[in-house]
């Protein structure tokens, strides 16, 4: 069984992304309760992907490729819109990659950085436009900003020095 053992941050400032190649990605939600079932659209793949329940920062993952038009057919038809959309960005520090997404539509303002770690306890340094840690913050899932999105926090701007426009 796979285990995605991650954390996640707000980040203090873009300037580091200037001039860096992003992947758009679009992602709906089958089913949220239970096992979480997402289906996204990275580039030029699709991607069906199966999560279980948080347990600290892991949980099981299970990611099968599918063929583009079909991941688009299930968000336009079985997932809620809209869809999630943002921009990530793949961003080396210390030999771990971080994916750095940056919201648009309803979650426009909101950018959060993850590293995806070999166990719980390991340590990695931290680039210096990390923020807030959030890892265990369930509303900075993308499961969650799918149901409630960043434009309708009243807190957006608490943690985060990004003005949102929704």
């Not at 309760?33 to 949980?59: H, N, P, Y």
């Not at 919201?103 to 770690?117: M, R, S």
């Not at 923020?131 to 957006?156: I, M, T």
């Amino acid at each position: 069984m796979a285990i995605e053992i991650e954390r996640k941050f707000l980040i203090l400032n873009t300037d580091f992304l200037e001039g860096l190649q992003g992947t758009e990605f679009k992602q709906g939600y089958l089913n949220r309760e239970g096992a979480t079932v997402r289906v996204r659209v990275a580039g030029d793949k699709a991607f069906l992907t199966i999560k279980g329940k948080t347990q600290g920062i892991s949980r099981s993952e299970f990611e099968y490729p599918i063929p583009v038009n079909d991941a688009e057919a299930m968000l336009a038809t079985l997932c809620a819109l809209p869809p999630i959309e943002k921009t990530r960005y793949l961003i080396d520090h210390a030999n771990k990659c971080w994916e750095v997404d940056v919201f648009h539509g309803v979650n426009q303002g909101l950018i959060v950085a993850e590293i995806e770690l070999n166990s719980e306890n390991e340590n990695v340094p931290l680039p210096n436009w990390i923020g807030v840690e959030v890892s265990h913050e369930s509303r900075y899932f993308n499961s969650q900003l799918a149901s409630h999105p960043f434009c309708q926090w009243n807190d957006k701007n608490e943690k985060t020095n990004f003005n949102p426009s929704c």
